[in-house]
């Protein structure tokens, strides 16, 4: 049972490019959720889906798009990646909302 | 929006010592409130999560308390351990809400 993973782990990217974060949990939790957190600012909610083919915007969604074609795996991708956009992206999943969260390591994303 | 606080930013306290974590939130119209561990470099943990019909949680040497009146939980640790440091982080979730606003953590530091 490895909970929640993601990947990468680490990646830089260049201004302009774009990339797609994977989250996958074996939980079989309905609830998926993507934050970013940034220094001093707290998580924020980017995206979240309650279910397979659902997804939803968060607090913070400019800039981001999400899917959610398998229950298992929550995709967030950015199109044309932004220095802004430089910071450490969690996944979490719960069995509904406002349930007990369950996250994963983390993505350090560097924009240069 | 709510708006969660978590002061101060940073303790530290010799072990043994018991010691209480702060937790504040502007709109006391809360769903339920979570309190989670983060290790250096790591994804968030959840320790404990209050509903709102909740006045307190335990678990080990873990104790939060909710007073949704005066918008503040307290998360005390007993008998504080070097294993104890970390930055521990709230969040609430309001009943009109979708999702966790965090707060910013406080860091937590249990010298030998």
């Known amino acids: 049972n490895a909970g929640v993973t993601q990947t990468p782990k680490f990646r830089v990217l260049k201004t302009g490019q774009s990339m797609t974060l994977l989250c996958a949990q074996d939980m079989n939790h309905e609830y998926m959720y993507w934050y970013r957190q940034d220094p001093g600012m707290g998580l924020r909610l980017i995206h979240y889906s309650v279910g397979e083919g659902t997804t939803a915007k968060g607090e913070v969604p400019d800039g981001y798009n999400v899917s959610r074609l398998k229950k298992q795996n929550f995709l967030l991708g950015l199109e044309s990646a932004a220095p802004s956009q430089t910071s450490v992206y969690f996944c979490?999943?719960?069995?509904?909302?406002?349930?007990?969260?369950?996250f994963g390591p983390g993505t350090r994303l560097t924009v240069t | 929006k709510q708006e969660v606080t978590q002061i101060p930013a940073a303790l530290s306290v010799p072990e043994g010592e018991n010691l209480v974590l702060n937790c504040s939130f502007t709109d006391s119209a809360i769903y339920n409130l979570q309190w989670f561990r983060q290790d250096p470099g790591k994804g968030l943990t959840s320790l404990l999560l209050i509903q709102s019909s909740q006045r307190e949680q335990t678990s080990g040497r873990l104790n939060a308390s909710l007073d949704k009146s005066s918008g503040r939980s307290t998360l005390y640790i007993a008998a504080s351990q070097p294993g104890d440091s970390a930055t521990y982080l709230c969040?609430?979730?309001?009943?009109?809400?979708?999702?966790?606003?965090f707060g910013t953590g406080t860091s937590l530091t249990v010298i030998p």
């Open positions: 979490a999943s719960s069995t509904g909302l406002a349930r007990e969260q369950y």
């Open positions: 969040a609430a979730v309001p009943n009109t809400g979708n999702q966790f606003y």
